[in-house]
C-alpha cells in the first residue's frame, strides 16, 4: 500500500469511541481483518489502534458515559499549530469541546463543534502522522460532513483550516463542497437538511471493502444495523451501517 500525505487541513486520522471495547474489537476484525496494538493505560488510558496489514489505520477508547456523548467514530484533521486553530474556531462561531493537549511522544489534540454543530478533532503531528494505509480493504477511503448549516459550515472549514473548496454540486437536491477538486479531493461537506429532527450534523467515515454486499452480510450476522443497504453509486457501491453499539459508519466497494 503507498503510504498516504497529508497536507493541513485533510483528514488524518479517525478513532471510535466504543462503550464495548472487546465487542467492537471483535466486530471490526472480523469486517476488516484488523489486529490491534494497546497502549500503555497510564500514559495513554489503554488507547486501542487498530491495524490493517500491520499498518495503523485507526484508534478506539472506552467511551464510559459520563460525557452524555453515544458511541461515535470521529475524524481529525491535520493541522500544524494547534493552538492557533482552537482561537481561529472559537473567532470563527464553533465552539471548544476539548482545548489542544499533548500526547506524549505522539503530538497534540483537540476537539471543536463546527458553526453547524458538528463535532471534528485536530490533530498536530509528533511522532504520530496519521494513518498508514489508505483506500485500501479495511482502511479509510473518504470523509464526510453532513451538515444541517451548509454555506457556514464550509466557510468555517475554509477560514479554520485552511480548505481549498470546490463546489461538486449546487442544486436543490444536492449540495456538495469538496476539499480539493475532481481526483484531487479529499472529504466532502453535504448539505443535509434531510437529518431526522434530533440527529445533529456530523462527520462520517467511509471505510474500503472488497464486497459491499457481503460486508452488509457480515456486519449484521455480528450484531450490526443496516442504516442504508448496498447501493451502486458514481463513488462505487455503498452501504451505510450502525455496529454493535450503535456507531454509524459506512462501507465503499470502489
Same mark, same amino acid.
Given at each position: ?11 488524518c ?13 471483535e ?29 495503523? /489505520?485507526? +484508534?478506539?477508547? $472506552? ?10 467514530? @470521529? &475524524?481529525?484533521?491535520?493541522? %500544524? ?15 471548544v ?62 477560514? /479554520?483550516? +485552511?480548505?481549498e $473548496? ?10 456538495? @463542497? &469538496?476539499?480539493?477538486?475532481? %481526483? ?9 437538511t ?58 465503499a466497494?470502489?
Open positions: 500500500m503507498p503510504q498516504p500525505t497529508f497536507a493541513p487541513g485533510d483528514p486520522w479517525i478513532d471510535l469511541m466504543t462503550s464495548d471495547t472487546e465487542r467492537a474489537r466486530f471490526y476484525s472480523r469486517l476488516f481483518g484488523w489486529t490491534y496494538q494497546e497502549g500503555d493505560q497510564e500514559t495513554y488510558g489503554g488507547y486501542i489502534t487498530a491495524l490493517a496489514n500491520g499498518l495503523p /489505520v485507526a +484508534g478506539m477508547m $472506552t467511551n464510559d458515559g459520563e460525557s452524555g456523548y453515544p458511541d461515535v467514530w @470521529t &475524524t481529525y484533521l491535520r493541522v %500544524e499549530d494547534i493552538k492557533a486553530t482552537a482561537a481561529a474556531a472559537h473567532a470563527t462561531g464553533g465552539q469541546f476539548m482545548p489542544p493537549m499533548e500526547v506524549p511522544e505522539q503530538g497534540h489534540m483537540a476537539m471543536f463543534g463546527d458553526t453547524g454543530g458538528a463535532a471534528v478533532g485536530a490533530w498536530q503531528f509528533g511522532g504520530h502522522t496519521g494513518y498508514q494505509a489508505k483506500g485500501e480493504p479495511g482502511t479509510p477511503y473518504w470523509h464526510e460532513l453532513h451538515t444541517r448549516e451548509y454555506a457556514p459550515s464550509v466557510k468555517f472549514y475554509q477560514d /479554520v483550516f +485552511g480548505w $473548496t470546490d463546489v461538486m454540486s449546487d442544486t436543490d437536491d444536492f449540495r456538495y @463542497t &469538496t476539499l480539493g477538486s475532481r %481526483e484531487s479531493s479529499r472529504a466532502g461537506i453535504m448539505d443535509a434531510y437529518l431526522p429532527e434530533g440527529v445533529p450534523s456530523n462527520w462520517q467515515v467511509y471505510f474500503a471493502i472488497g464486497n459491499a454486499d457481503k460486508g452488509v452480510d457480515m456486519a449484521t450476522s455480528l450484531g450490526g444495523t443496516v442504516i442504508h443497504p448496498a447501493e451502486d453509486t458514481p463513488f462505487g457501491r455503498i452501504a451505510a451501517l450502525a455496529d454493535p453499539t450503535g456507531a454509524l459508519f459506512r462501507i466497494q470502489r
